[in-house]
């Protein structure tokens, strides 16, 4: 499958013997990728990220290192210029099996004829990359080295590009099946996730309310919501990851929603404060509560008095004080495992 050499070559000292000018560092976590540029002494590399909190922590993480990189963000890797030499991916050792798959895929399009893509997995006997490098660039050799298995690859001629996306249908009680397009890269790929039905099967909105989908996803929420607001209704969209935000616009448009708006950001600022009838937010649970904090506190500026606030979440024990502290007492409902509170924003 591929070619493979055994030694005790560390990741860097591979890399400074593969690794070409321009070169391109393909997501990655923040401290991972600028230690590694720091260590190879690439200063004019570019950076991309599909998420602007990660790309904002990966700015203050190269500026720590005084390493002067280009950080870019976007919904696609391919949307940058094809004109790099290296495409060079640390893959995560619990990342998404489909992201990685997705981001082999769009490396090929960016990389000049004869460019290199590289691969820096933690793993010491992965099977996944050897299988679809091999797929997308014909040939893959492989190095094992202390921290993995160095991986790459050379472009060879032209392929035709294909995006990685699964299409799903929602309903909610008798209502009518609506149609998703997902990602991968995008929270609940493939599918209507149970924390978003359980939110809701639990929100109410009435004609012309005003909606914010706060951490949108791939919309369904946002697009539930803004169906049963009607035609005086509207729903803003907002997201630090660049793919969420052009796939809820796609969704949006699919299910023929009146008004809506896209808006990126990392810490949820831009937006017109006490200016929204309904705020829904679905904060990941895996991470730190300080998210849910965020969601939660600009959730209660975006909300005019009287505004409803529907958060789910599997913390309830730590997000519900932050819910108390903002809001007030809420109203608990659980359903399909996860508990949803239910709060109005006083005056």
């Not at 600028?34 to 203050?60: I, K, M, P, V």
């Not at 049963?228 to 935000?245: E, P």
């Not at 299910?255 to 404060?273: H, I, K, M, R, T």
């Amino acid at each position: 499958m591929a070619s493979r050499a055994s030694n005790d070559l560390s990741f860097t000292s591979v890399l400074r013997s593969k690794a070409r000018r321009p070169l391109v560092v393909a997501l990655g976590a923040p401290r991972e990728v600028a230690t590694l540029l720091s260590e190879l002494n690439q200063a004019a590399a570019t950076c991309y990220q599909l998420d602007l909190f990660q790309a904002r922590r990966l700015r203050g993480e190269l500026a720590e290192r005084q390493v002067s990189a280009q950080v870019v963000t976007g919904g696609d890797l391919w949307d940058l210029a094809a004109d790099f030499q290296t495409v060079l991916f640390p893959a995560a050792e619990k990342g998404e099996r489909e992201l990685k798959i997705d981001v082999v895929e769009q490396a090929f399009h960016i990389l000049r004829p004869g460019g290199r893509f590289v691969v820096l997995s933690p793993h010491g006997s992965d099977q996944l990359f050897p299988v679809h490098m091999k797929k997308v660039f014909r040939r893959v050799h492989a190095t094992a080295t202390e921290q993995g298995t160095f991986f790459w690859s050379q472009r060879e001629g032209e392929r035709p590009r294909r995006r990685h996306q699964v299409t799903f249908h929602a309903r909610i009680g008798d209502g009518p099946s609506l149609c998703f397009v997902s990602r991968p890269g995008v929270f609940a790929y493939g599918r209507f996730d149970d924390g978003a039905r359980a939110l809701v099967e639990t929100m109410r909105v009435d004609p012309g309310d005003r909606i914010v989908d706060i951490g949108c996803g791939c919309g369904t929420n946002g697009i539930f919501a803004a169906l049963r607001a009607g035609a005086t209704g509207s729903v803003t969209f907002v997201d630090s990851n660049l793919r969420a935000l052009a796939l809820a616009e796609h969704n949006a448009r699919l299910n023929e929603v009146g008004a809506f708006q896209c808006a990126a950001s990392a810490d949820l600022q831009g937006l017109p404060e006490r200016s929204f009838d309904v705020a829904l937010a679905n904060p990941p649970y895996y991470a730190q509560t300080s998210i849910s904090h965020l969601f939660i506190t600009r959730a209660r500026a975006l909300l005019r008095p009287g505004g409803r606030l529907y958060l789910v979440t599997k913390q309830a024990d730590q997000v519900g004080p932050l819910v108390a502290e903002n809001f007030g007492p809420a109203e608990v409902v659980e359903r399909r495992g996860y508990v949803i509170l239910c709060a109005e924003r006083p005056a």
